[in-house]
């Protein structure tokens, strides 16, 4: 080799996902990589926890973390009087300082864990499907309407219906709308997928969880689309304590039970992501393009490839 040249090229290396039992090897084609015996998978994963097993914890960080932003935000408004106890709004305990901050925080985060497990959800979905052209394409709206619905929650985060009513409210749309629309996609292709890659259990979870959502998301719209028509009253918007002898008290409390209703059927579905999770990983690999950061003239040097979030299986 001539001084100063670049050493000879390394193959070029690509992500894997790794599942239990074999391996997919992620590229243009998706072809089959390799084959692996199942048990020695089974026998490792025996000696670890639920969640210590593939990205099994990304669902759970989700759900548990999200739940946390609302009970901790709630607690803290009921304690310093600036909602009543009995059933507010989810966004009405994350207005008032001091507990808007810590709302707003925590929602964040928590649409970055939401961002990550779709993401993961979608390449897993791609990888066991790679030449089904009615699954990719299904796989894909799923992944831009799960995007789509994380931008929404962290918009309800930052924007208060007390400051911004028509941000919060959009918000609110791209969050609960498009995030059911995602959970009716995601079950759409686990319809698909059953027998041979779903079990027919895993489908009807998540059908029960869709049309839980539905039913609620009808009557949240219904109840909430009669309270703010202007009939009872034009501070409804910025009203954060109610009486039982105010106009409009009953549709209030049946639109705040019908939100609290489908935040928690997003919470059951994406909990069936954890099984199915429990038998993935992904890696990251790093490319050298040249021995210093200021070659002008692209040469592969080295290859570094390391597990994104979780070990090997």
């Given at each position: 080799?001539?001084?100063?040249?670049?050493?000879?090229?390394?193959?070029?290396?690509?992500?894997?996902?790794?599942?239990?039992?074999?391996?997919?090897?992620?590229?243009?084609?998706?072809?089959?990589?390799?084959?692996?015996?199942?048990?020695?998978?089974?026998?490792?994963?025996?000696?670890?926890?639920?969640?210590?097993?593939?990205?099994?914890?990304?669902p759970s960080a989700l759900v548990?973390?999200?739940?946390?932003?609302?009970?901790?935000?709630?607690?803290?408004?009921?304690?310093?009087?600036?909602?009543?106890?009995?059933?507010?709004?989810?966004?009405?305990?994350?207005?008032?300082?001091?507990?808007?901050?810590?709302?707003?925080?925590?929602?964040?985060?928590?649409?970055?864990?939401?961002?990550?497990?779709?993401?993961?959800?979608?390449?897993?979905?791609?990888?066991?499907?790679?030449?089904?052209?009615?699954?990719?394409?299904?796989?894909?709206?799923?992944?831009?309407?799960?995007?789509?619905?994380?931008?929404?929650?962290?918009?309800?985060?930052?924007?208060?219906?007390?400051?911004?009513?028509?941000?919060?409210?959009?918000?609110a749309v791209l969050t609960f709308?498009?995030?059911?629309?995602?959970?009716?996609?995601?079950?759409?292709?686990?319809?698909?997928?059953?027998?041979?890659?779903?079990?027919?259990?895993v489908f009807w979870i998540r059908?029960?969880?869709?049309?839980?959502?539905?039913?609620?998301?009808?009557?949240?719209?219904?109840?909430?689309?009669?309270?703010?028509?202007?009939?009872?009253?034009?501070?409804?918007?910025?009203?954060?304590?109610?009486?039982?002898?105010?106009?409009?008290?009953?549709?209030?409390?049946?639109?705040?039970?019908?939100?609290?209703?489908?935040?928690?059927?997003?919470?059951?579905?994406?909990?069936?992501?954890?099984?199915?999770?429990?038998?993935?990983?992904?890696?990251?690999?790093?490319?050298?393009?040249?021995?210093?950061?200021?070659?002008?003239?692209?040469?592969?040097?080295?290859?570094?490839?390391?597990?994104?979030?979780?070990?090997?299986?």
């Open positions: 080799m001539l001084a100063g040249a670049c050493p000879e090229p390394r193959p070029e290396l690509r992500p894997e996902i790794h599942f239990a039992g074999w391996r997919r090897r992620v590229g243009p084609n998706s072809g089959l990589s390799g084959v692996c015996c199942g048990c020695c998978w089974a026998r490792s994963h025996l000696e670890m926890w639920w969640f210590q097993q593939g990205l099994s914890f990304l548990i973390w999200t739940a946390a932003a609302f009970i901790f935000s709630y607690i803290t408004a009921i304690t310093l009087h600036h909602v009543d106890p009995a059933l507010p709004y989810i966004s009405d305990t994350g207005t008032m300082a001091p507990e808007k901050c810590l709302f707003g925080v925590m929602l964040n985060i928590a649409a970055v864990l939401c961002i990550a497990t779709i993401y993961v959800r979608y390449k897993q979905v791609h990888a066991l499907s790679p030449e089904e052209p009615q699954i990719i394409k299904l796989n894909k709206a799923g992944l831009a309407l799960g995007l789509l619905s994380c931008l929404g929650l962290s918009i309800v985060a930052n924007f208060q219906k007390t400051s911004i009513f028509v941000a919060h409210v959009c918000g709308g498009l995030g059911s629309f995602y959970m009716f996609v995601q079950t759409i292709l686990s319809y698909k997928m059953q027998p041979k890659i779903h079990s027919k259990q059908l029960v969880a869709v049309i839980w959502c539905g039913i609620s998301a009808f009557i949240m719209m219904t109840c909430s689309s009669l309270l703010y028509s202007g009939h009872f009253g034009s501070d409804i918007v910025q009203k954060l304590h109610w009486n039982p002898e105010d106009k409009g008290y009953v549709l209030h409390m049946i639109t705040t039970a019908a939100e609290w209703s489908m935040s928690f059927s997003f919470f059951g579905f994406f909990l069936t992501y954890i099984r199915d999770f429990q038998k993935i990983s992904l890696r990251v690999e790093a490319n050298i393009q040249g021995l210093t950061l200021y070659d002008t003239s692209p040469c592969l040097i080295n290859s570094e490839r390391t597990h994104l979030l979780s070990k090997d299986s």
